[in-house]
């Protein structure tokens, strides 16, 4: 039932309703338990739901959210210099996308009183919007005292082409990556080096100089991995003239294609699909399948997935089907049509007399099935042995698939 909270508040929000004052208090403790709920929350909690937050202070994070998410002007300075670090946050991307500039400033002055955990994330939050105007903010950032801070704040400027890093970044890379001869035919091939010495720049550029003693890495492998880690995925492509597949066979040809490879599955995001296309078919990648697919549109997700419940389950990717569908997100109409029928009659099969694992997995299933395969879905009775937990599967499967055909057939 835990996805049905984001798709009720995903068709509540569709049509401008909010949720029922009788289940606020409900709903409230639940965002307050899972994080990413709030985001889904706010927009269909009303006035209501607002001023009943104000009565707990577990329930701060939704006090600040206005309707459909905008926060009160007349609550801003009170919310920005009292509120919770969460609601904070929820005006300071809401402040990004009316006001750059102000925002920026107030992130500044505030910077000092946040965690490093907190900066992280508040930091984080100008990705969406991130522009040459963020980058006197981000380059003091790149001696902030956690580590963790400078990790992400080196990649961000880097992609910013015009930042004095960006360009040190850039001409450090240009010196370890030659055009040479090569081949009988002496043709032109780039050759790829690492670097022999520390620069004395790199302090000041989020590059660690000492590489952890229970890092995998040799010393220069670690120190190139540093410098490509920052450098944006198209950069690549577009120095070595290569597709994202060429050029990951390309770094196999090198001594560094451990190195290359864990600095570009860092870099590697939902904005580059055919880099994600591409790292799907790398064995030595460290990223699960399920992460990769995740950011991959769900058309092409669901090309690398079987077309049956056995074949996933045979192959343990149901898990991964899960993993990489989102809250609130469902599976195509198209796929979950091949799947509606042999799930129905799962919920019979014997061999989840013991494993619970597979009942939460077919459970759960049902729940990001595509709403219009539903009616396809015909839940079979469990065996006249069937155990407690068997009984109780199946009466949870009727239960989604009553709730979630209300949610559509409502409105």
């Known amino acids: 039932m835990r996805r049905a909270r984001y798709e009720a508040c995903l068709q509540l929000g569709a049509h401008n ?5 009788a289940v606020l208090p ?25 001023w009943l937050a104000a009565c707990n202070p577990d ?15 007349a609550n801003l300075e009170q919310v920005w ?27 500044q ?17 100008l990705q969406p919007q991130l522009s040459d105007a963020d980058g006197p903010l981000l380059q003091t950032l790149l001696k902030d005292r956690s580590r963790e801070v400078r990790m992400l704040v080196g990649p961000m400027l880097a992609t ?14 240009r010196t370890l990556l030659q055009q040479q001869p090569a081949g009988l035919l002496r043709r032109m091939a780039w050759k790829l080096d690492a670097p022999a010495v520390a620069d004395v720049g790199w302090a000041d550029a989020a590059i660690d100089s000492k590489r952890p003693g229970s890092d995998m890495l040799g010393e220069r492998a670690w120190w190139l991995y540093q410098i490509a880690r ?31 490879l864990r600095a570009w599955l860092e870099r590697v995001d939902a904005s580059e699909p055919e880099w994600v296309q591409a790292m799907i078919d790398v064995e030595q990648r460290q990223l699960r399948l399920g ?42 109409a198209a796929y979950s049509q091949r799947l509606a029928a042999d799930l129905g009659a799962r919920f019979g099969d014997e061999s989840l007399r013991y494993d619970y694992v597979q009942r939460d997995l077919v459970l759960e299933l049902l729940a990001v099935l595509h709403p219009s395969a539903l009616p396809h879905v015909q839940i079979a009775d469990a065996a006249p042995n069937a155990t407690e937990a068997m009984l109780d599967c199946v009466q949870q499967a009727h239960d989604v698939v009553t709730l979630r055909q209300a949610l559509h057939s409502t409105f």
């Open 230 to 260: 920052q450098l944006p995925l198209g950069w690549w492509c577009q120095t070595l003239e290569k597709t994202p597949t060429q050029v990951l066979a390309w770094a196999r040809s090198t001594d560094w294609y451990n190195a290359l």
């Open 109 to 125: 002055c505030a910077l000092k009183d946040f965690s490093a955990r907190e900066r992280v994330e508040v930091i984080a939050a």
């Open 291 to 332: 992460e990769l697919l995740a950011m991959l549109p769900p058309a092409q997700r669901e090309q690398h997935w079987p077309a049956s419940i056995a074949e996933l389950q045979q192959t343990s990717l149901l898990a991964e089907v899960l993993g990489s569908t989102s809250p609130g997100q469902t599976l195509s």
């Open 59 to 73: 329930w701060n994070y939704a006090v600040e959210a206005g309707d459909h998410g905008q926060a009160a002007p």
């Open 17 to 21: 309703q909010y949720l029922p004052v």
């Open 160 to 173: 910013l082409p015009f930042t004095v890093h960006a360009q040190y970044i850039n001409a450090q890379m």
């Open 81 to 107: 210099n009292e509120g919770t670090f969460d609601a904070r946050l929820h005006l300071f991307r809401q402040l990004r996308t009316h006001n750059a500039a102000a925002a920026n400033a107030r992130l």
């Open 26 to 50: 409900l709903a409230l403790d639940a965002g307050a338990r899972v994080n990413p709920l709030r985001a889904f929350l706010r927009p269909v909690l009303g006035i209501r739901g607002r």
